[in-house]
């Protein structure tokens, strides 16, 4: 359940013990009817910035998020494939099998999409991480009027 990672400090050794992240996958139905407009929102600085965070700034593979005047992750784009999902992977996680996911697929039945994220969270967070995606899908939803 934890992962245990040695520093050196001179000729100190410091263990940093930290707990095993666990998946978190959860799929929204969204009324939207174009892909580029679901593909933009979740791709493109300008799109995020719509719904995820306050200022977006990408340089080719490399996504810097701002919330508020404090708030500032980098994140690397792992993966992409247009029009189906983009991975990103926080540059300050320690775990290198942790990343985010958004994925929109399209419902053939409902003629609708359904974005399916996938993200990490240690065991006592996992809850909030979920309510915090719900918030984030609700501005999305708000924003895009999906």
């Given at each position: 359940?934890?992962?245990?990672k040695?520093?050196?400090?001179g000729?100190?050794?410091i263990i940093?013990?930290?707990?095993k ?6 799929e ?16 493109t ?5 719509e719904?995820?965070a ?12 701002s ?11 792992i993966?992409?494939?247009a029009y ?10 320690e ?17 609708a ?7 990490f969270?240690?065991?006592d ?5 979920k309510?915090?995606?719900?918030s984030?899908?609700a ?8």
């Amino acid at each position: 359940m934890y992962s245990e990672k040695s520093i050196y400090l001179g000729t100190h050794k410091i263990i940093k013990i930290t707990m095993k992240k666990e998946k978190i996958h959860l799929e929204y139905l969204l009324s939207a009817t174009s892909k580029n407009i679901l593909w933009g929102a979740i791709s493109t600085p300008a799109g995020l910035e719509e719904w995820f965070a306050d200022k977006v700034v990408s340089d080719d593979k490399t996504v810097e998020f701002s919330w508020g005047k404090s708030e500032q992750r980098v994140a690397e784009i792992i993966a992409i494939r247009a029009y189906s999902f983009i991975r990103f992977r926080w540059k300050d996680d320690e775990g290198e099998r942790s990343y985010f996911e958004m994925k929109m697929t399209y419902n053939e039945l409902t003629h609708a999409y359904v974005l399916e994220v996938t993200d990490f969270a240690v065991p006592d967070e996992v809850e909030d991480m979920k309510e915090l995606w719900e918030s984030q899908i609700a501005n999305l939803r708000r924003t895009c009027g999906f």
